[in-house]
């Protein structure tokens, strides 16, 4: 039976991901610092710390790590640039150098913001330039993997969305407010590739248990602007569209630069993968199902 040893999976995407792979009859082992995951087989790991990387490593010997933990917020990364280094660089390195020596495939989630967002719809032989510290030290873990591993898979991914307990992702956010009559300031002028967990959790499944090499965009196939996204989630779900105020990315009073559009292009994607990425309009209709069941 194939090992599949998860970090980051009480997250976002990590608990739809270890959901999948468990109904799917995989050994899995959910690695978590502090929120525990429900699904899989829970093992503590504090990626902070080199000896317990390595003695998890010893203990589980997987045939498959998906490596999706990281420090995702965009600000602290660029207040707390230790920390950011720490977690999305130097663990990301000592987890690949631990799948060398046991032969195991490694999966590195990384994402959009690797990119300048000068020019949107980036494929895989676009040269990153990241204007964030953020991207910067997702990056570094990219370089890490491609400089220690022959077996690997780097998976680039744009505003993922989707339920969960703990993180309200952008619709869920638009939703809640406009269901109380409350104004939301929305960016006109920025684009990224919206994706739905469920839909990317079995792209990110396919390319590890397939073992597909190399950088691959896993994303929502609609580039589109936050303000647009939002008026469609009003629309979808008839709330009143009139409290999105329209606003701009200069406005915003953020330490860390952001990407204008990083935006994905999913060829290759849709080229090799049995599961395909979806449009926002499908991804939508199949949340507001979620929300309603
Ligand atoms: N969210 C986005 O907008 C986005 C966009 C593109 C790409 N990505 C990438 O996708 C991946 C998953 O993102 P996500 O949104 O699912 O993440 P998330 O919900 O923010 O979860 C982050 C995960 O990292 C784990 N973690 C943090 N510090 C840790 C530590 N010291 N030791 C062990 N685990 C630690 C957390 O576990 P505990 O809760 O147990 O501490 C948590 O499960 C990330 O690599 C991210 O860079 C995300």
């Not at 990219?142 to 680039?156: C, D, P």
Request: overall charge positive; charged content about 25%; some cysteine.
């Amino acid at each position: 039976m194939t090992k599949i040893l998860v970090t980051g999976s009480a997250g976002l995407i990590g608990r739809q991901i270890v959901k999948d792979l468990v109904k799917e009859n995989y050994d899995v082992y959910s690695c978590y610092n502090k929120l525990k995951s429900e699904f899989g087989i829970p093992m503590h790991l504090d990626l902070t710390k080199k000896n317990e990387i390595i003695n998890i490593f010893d203990t589980i010997k997987p045939d498959v790590v998906i490596h999706l933990a990281a420090l995702t917020d965009v600000e602290k990364c660029e207040t707390q640039k230790e920390q950011a280094m720490l977690l999305n660089s130097t663990s990301t390195e000592i987890l690949v150098k631990e799948s060398v020596k046991q032969k195991a495939f490694f999966v590195y989630v990384s994402t959009d913001y690797v990119f300048d967002g000068g020019k949107g719809s980036k494929n895989e032989n676009d040269i990153p330039n990241p204007v964030n510290f953020y991207g910067k030290s997702k990056l570094d873990g990219e370089i890490a993997v491609k400089n220690l591993s022959s077996s690997y898979a780097i998976i680039r991914t744009s505003t993922p969305f989707g339920i969960h307990s703990k993180k309200k992702s952008f619709p869920l956010w638009v939703k809640e407010n406009l269901e109380s009559k409350k104004e939301i300031c929305v960016l006109i002028d920025q684009f990224t590739s919206p994706t739905f967990v469920p839909n990317l959790s079995k792209m990110i499944i396919e390319v590890a248990t397939k073992q597909i090499m190399g950088i691959i965009h896993l994303a929502g196939s609609t580039r589109i602007s936050r303000y647009e996204f939002a008026q469609m989630i009003a629309e979808k779900l008839h709330l009143d569209e009139t409290l999105i105020i329209p606003i701009t990315i200069k406005e915003m009073k953020w330490n860390a630069i952001r990407p204008v559009d990083s935006s994905l292009d999913i060829s290759r994607a849709n080229g090799i993968l049995n599961h395909k990425p979806e449009k926002i309009q499908n991804s939508l209709d199949l949340l507001i199902n979620q929300l309603n069941n």
